[in-house]
């Protein structure tokens, strides 16, 4: 395959972090976002180039592009955390190993939202045929954070859970993992109508946080179900009403920041009296620290999920990169996974 | 001795808890004690009477008296959670061993707000005649948090901490023990005056919360310490600022309510990425776990601190207990311990 020089990417307008705290909402990309021609990036040793079939965005893109995420921003290089496609270059000979391959990939070295990502050889994984593109593409950032934080739940004992944003993906592969686990999963969401749908996938309970009953029914289910672990995606008062409502010994995981601004703790006698915690998740952190046998079952295991059906990514709608300024507002409202695609050139 | 049938006692007015968090003011005690004459309690299997020489008024009193402590109250029993005093009665044999001897102990049975105290046997500790009353009055609650607290930051490995409301009795003997252990003590204060005192200590740097200069102090102080645990006593916003400033993997080790409400956390972000936790420490419960051996060695290590004057509590007032309701709220405020003695009747 002959490589083109450049290549149609959304690349990112400024360097490092803002120092803000905003949450997710966006009303206007560009203020973060470029649609540019750019040059194709070489891949040096150990690395790979991959022309993308499709890419997700994610919350912590979402983060990231607005400077609010853990890792500095670098203006002029695309966005965009993860994806799949073919591997098309190999920077040296073990690389070249994944030629041709179809692969799932976390994009260490260049965003996956152009027509090409380049990152290392060790952050692919070659793909089974049956794992659909629009299941490849969001293989690694959510189901590898689902997968670390159940192990965590396990690992503490736990026989039930409280999530937040249960209806989301992440939340939906929680209330799966659990169900399988045996371990009761209490879901709350921020709207009615995903009722029956969480339930199916086996939830406990399904718990509406704007209802007028919310209070009265969690801690009826708190006391039934006795839950320890707070798996939180939101950081926001209501997290930490249901943490302040949980048993003594409850630990507070918070892997995500819908909300635009932290909670005010109503008591420090949960610490002190009550031996609770609040502690974080973080991919990058766990994908550090995993030792590579863990990080390898994880991403077989998620692959298998997706191949067989157990987990399934659900596509609220397409948008090419040379559309996404005007379109993702709109397509982020929608309720589902948003999928960038480089389009015809 | 022939015990009476009655003693002056302090009594709580309520039982359980309040549900409330009002932090440690109390305009007027009446509110929540009452001096009375009541019964002498007997003293059962396992259990010593004591005789009670004196009593400080400790943090956690002044929470549970007001019903905002980790344990319930029991209305007309006694308040007052340690002191030192004279062994003489024993409910058994085997604890007819400390049968006038003079002891430490931890009020589990009756408060030592009375002139009479009833404990378990395990909860005394015998004293070596070198230990002044001052000191063997509250030779347990705050020494053994401080040695248990600082066992934490060494098994953590800790080469720096902050502390927050560093000039109490708790503070001086964490920034004591710190310094022993070569470890740098950043000691934060709410006012100006007990720098060079704190100074004397051992701390290596002395912060007013409340100074105009004070975050960039902290900053600077935080870039060359690079302290991972902040001990706090308070729970107040300044708290929460000054985990915000401190490093990745900061872990708030929350140990007292000072405050009168939570704090808010500016970034959950601070969980998620840099690995920060929030943890508390409660002595009751320490007691609970700490194997035998361990609370020994902390006991004897506490009463050897205090014979050799390597600790000194600090005593600003000595108020009789009839006199406590009206004397308590000034005695309060005069920066010390102030300690309850039974009196003459």
Same mark, same amino acid.
């Given at each position: 395959m002959t490589l083109p020089d450049s290549m149609p990417a959304l690349v @990112? +307008? !400024?360097?490092? +972090?803002?120092?803000a705290i905003g949450g @997710?909402?966006? %009303?206007?990309?560009a203020q973060w976002l470029a649609f540019e021609r750019i040059a194709v990036p070489h891949a040096g040793a150990g690395q790979v180039l991959i022309s993308v079939a499709c890419s997700p965005v994610n919350p912590s893109d979402l983060h990231y592009i607005k400077g609010e995420y853990g890792q500095p921003r670098r203006r002029g290089t695309p966005a965009g955390f993860e994806g799949t496609g073919t591997v098309?270059? %190999?920077?040296d000979a073990d690389a070249q190993a994944l030629l041709g391959r179809r692969v799932s990939f976390l994009a260490s070295a260049s965003g996956s939202w152009a027509q090409f990502a380049l990152t290392d050889a060790s952050a692919c994984v070659v793909l089974d045929d049956a794992v659909r593109d629009d299941d490849a593409a969001a293989l690694l950032v959510n189901p590898l954070t689902a997968l670390a934080m159940m192990a965590r739940v396990q690992e503490a004992g736990a026989r039930a859970i409280v999530l937040t944003a249960a209806a989301s993906q992440l939340g939906r592969m929680l209330i799966a993992l659990a169900n399988e686990r045996a371990i009761a999963a209490i879901a709350v969401v921020r709207r009615a109508g995903e009722e029956v749908a969480l339930q199916a996938l086996g939830a406990k309970a399904v718990l509406v946080s704007t209802a007028a009953d919310f209070a009265a029914r969690f801690d009826a289910v708190v006391r039934t179900?006795?839950?320890?672990i707070l798996l939180d995606a939101v950081g926001d008062q209501t997290a930490a009403d249901l943490f302040q409502a949980m048993?003594? !010994?409850?630990r507070w995981v918070s892997y995500g920041m819908l909300a635009e601004s932290g909670p005010r703790l109503a008591h420090m006698g949960q610490f002190v009296f009550s031996g609770k915690s609040i502690e974080g998740f973080w991919l990058s952190r766990w994908l550090n620290d995993a030792p590579a046998p863990v990080r390898a079952a994880a991403e077989s295991e998620a692959q298998c999920r997706f191949a067989t059906g157990t987990w399934r990514t659900r596509v609220a709608a397409r948008v090419r990169l040379a559309d996404a300024l005007r379109d993702l507002p709109a397509a982020l409202k929608l309720g589902g996974k948003v999928m960038l695609v480089p389009g015809e050139n």
């Open positions: @990112l +307008r !400024h360097d490092g +972090r803002s120092g @997710l909402a966006i %009303a206007d990309f098309v270059a %190999a920077g179900e006795k839950p320890r048993p003594a !010994h409850t």
